[in-house]
C-alpha cells in the first residue's frame, strides 16, 4: 500500500471520529514493534521522525527503513510525518526523502530553542505549506509554545524546545489567533499548546485543568470545527512502565504525564493526531533491562531488543484500540501524492 498523506489520513479520522497516534520512531526495531500493532488492530499509523532521529540514523537509511516497514506491512496505511522542522530546507529534504507530512514548527525561531513573534510563525508556515503542498504533502503548523504551566519553563527533546522561562500566554494558543492562524497559512492541522511537555516529567501531580488546559482545545475546535487538532507530548508515561524499569535497576522518579481519559476528551473535541514518544522508550528500555538483569552474561543484542519490542507493540495496541484508531486501516484507500497536489 503507498504511504498516505496526514491530511487525507486525518479526514478519514475526523469522518469517523477517532484520532491517530503519531509514534516516534529511531531505529528498525521501533519501526517493528508499531506496525506489528498496526497489523494485529488493523489501524492506520503515522511514524514521526524528529531532526534528532534523522541525525542519528542518517536520511538514507531512514528513508531506506520506511521503504521496508511500507512493503513489509502492506496492508498498513503509514504517513511519514517530520516531527518538529525547523526552517523550510529542513521540511523540503524531509520530502525528497519520502516524508508524505511534515510539521513546521514555527512557534520557535529556526534554532529551535527562542520563541517567535506571530508574524514569524505565520510566514515561514505558509511558505512551507505552499512548497510541500504543490508535492501533493501535508503540513502541520504549531501556534503556541510547549511547555509546562506548572513552571513555566519549555523542555528539550533531541534539542529542540524553548530555554527560557515562558509567560502563560506563549505556553496557551490563543483561539482568536488560532483562527487567523489557519486562515493565513492553509496548514492541514494545528499542534495546540495547553500545558504538555515533552519527556517523562511533565507533571508533578495528576494533571487538572489548571495545569493541562484542555479547554483550550474545546474552543478553538468551537471556532474551528473542520480544522484536525493536534496534541504534542502526551505521552501517559505507564506507572507501571516506570516501576518495571526501576525494579531492574532504574532510577526514573514519581511522575505524571497525560492521561488517556483526557486525550479522549480532546478526541471528542477535534483532536486527530497523538504524539507519542516517552511511553514507547519507556516499553523499550524495560524489555532491554528486564533481559540484561535476569541474564547479566546475555550479549546477543536481538535477545533483549526482542523483549522491548515486544513490550513496544503492547503499548502501542492499547493506544490504537483507547484512541479509535483500531478497525480503520482496512477502510482506507490512500490517495497519490499527484492527485492530493491536485487537490491543494
Known amino acids: ?28 526495531e521501533m519501526g517493528l514493534a508499531i506496525m506489528t500493532a498496526a497489523r494485529e488492530t488493523d489501524a492506520p499509523v503515522i511514524l514521526a521522525a524528529s531532526r534528532g532521529a ?24 503509514v504517513c511519514m510525518h517530520l516531527d518538529h522542522g ?19 514548527d ?18 515561514i508556515t505558509a511558505r512551507v505549506t505552499e512548497m510541500a503542498h504543490a508535492c501533493g504533502v501535508s503540513v502541520e503548523g504549531e501556534l503556541g509554545v510547549l511547555g509546562s504551566l506548572e513552571t513555566g519553563m519549555g523542555d528539550q527533546e533531541d534539542g529542540h524546545g524553548a530555554t527560557e522561562k515562558l509567560s502563560e500566554e506563549q505556553l496557551l494558543t490563543d ?37 493541562l488546559a484542555m479547554s483550550v482545545i474545546e474552543e478553538i475546535n468551537r471556532r474551528l470545527p473542520d480544522t484536525h487538532l493536534v496534541m504534542h507530548g502526551s505521552s501517559s508515561v505507564p506507572e507501571d512502565l516506570r516501576l518495571l524499569i526501576n525494579s531492574y535497576g532504574g532510577d526514573m522518579r514519581p511522575t505524571w504525564g497525560v492521561p488517556v481519559e483526557e486525550i479522549q476528551r480532546g478526541i471528542r473535541s477535534g483532536v486527530r493526531k497523538v504524539n507519542i514518544d516517552t511511553d514507547n522508550r519507556m516499553a523499550m528500555t524495560a524489555g532491554v533491562r528486564r533481559v540484561l538483569s ?8 536481538r535477545k533483549y531488543l526482542k523483549e522491548g519490542k515486544a ?3 503492547a503499548l502501542c495496541k492499547a493506544r490504537f484500540e483507547a484512541f479509535g484508531t483500531a478497525g480503520h486501516a482496512s477502510r482506507i484507500t490512500p490517495v497519490p501524492l499527484e492527485a492530493m497536489a491536485r487537490r491543494y
Open 106 to 123: 514555527g512557534s520557535l525561531l529556526a534554532d529551535g530553542t527562542t520563541p517567535a513573534e506571530y508574524a514569524y510563525n505565520r510566514d
Open 54 to 77: 534523522r541525525a542519528y540514523a542518517g536520511d538514507v537509511l531512514l528513508a531506506r527503513l520506511i521503504d521496508g516497514l511500507v512493503e513489509t506491512f502492506p496492508e498498513v496505511p
Open 86 to 104: 525547523n526552517n523550510l530546507a529542513t521540511c523540503a529534504t524531509a520530502i525528497q526523502h519520502g516524508f508524505t507530512s511534515v510539521m513546521m
Open 1 to 28: 500500500m503507498p504511504r498516505i498523506t496526514l491530511r487525507q489520513l486525518l479526514d478519514h479520522a475526523a469522518e469517523n471520529g477517532y484520532a491517530v497516534p503519531a509514534f516516534n520512531i529511531s531505529n528498525m
Open 175 to 211: 483561539p482568536e489567533e488560532a483562527e487567523r492562524f489557519v486562515r493565513e497559512t492553509g496548514v492541514d492541522a494545528l499542534a495546540v499548546a495547553m500545558g504538555t511537555s515533552h519527556g517523562a516529567y511533565k507533571f508533578t501531580r495528576q494533571p487538572d485543568g489548571e495545569i
Open 311 to 313: 513490550l513496544m507493540t
Open 294 to 301: 535476569d541474564n547479566p552474561g546475555e550479549f546477543d543484542p
